[in-house]
């Protein structure tokens, strides 16, 4: 494995990185972040918002929950959201 910003301090906010490696886990979230990085970000964002309109969508149907997602977070989430406004 090549050179890493990740296998010393970091200095000056990661600068230098794009020079040493492809993907730097410490610049993740930053200017210096891989567009890849960003690109996985902003999907997950999305998805999870989709995931709460379809949650919402139900409610407002006054459908049953149906299945599970293949995350205990969500499922809790979804729990949660039934709690507070489903009426059966």
């Not at 918002?49 to 006054?62: M, T």
């Not at 979804?78 to 009426?87: G, S």
């Amino acid at each position: 494995m090549g050179a890493s910003c990740c296998s010393t301090e970091i200095e000056n906010d990661c600068k230098g990185c794009e020079e040493t490696v492809v993907d730097c886990p410490i610049c993740d979230g930053t200017d210096l972040a891989d567009p890849a990085w960003w690109r996985g970000n902003d999907d997950g964002v999305e998805s999870f918002i989709y995931i709460v309109h379809q949650i919402l969508d139900d409610i407002e149907k006054r459908k049953e929950p149906v299945g599970s997602f293949g995350s205990k977070r969500m499922n809790m989430l979804r729990a949660r959201l039934y709690e507070m406004y489903w009426v059966p």
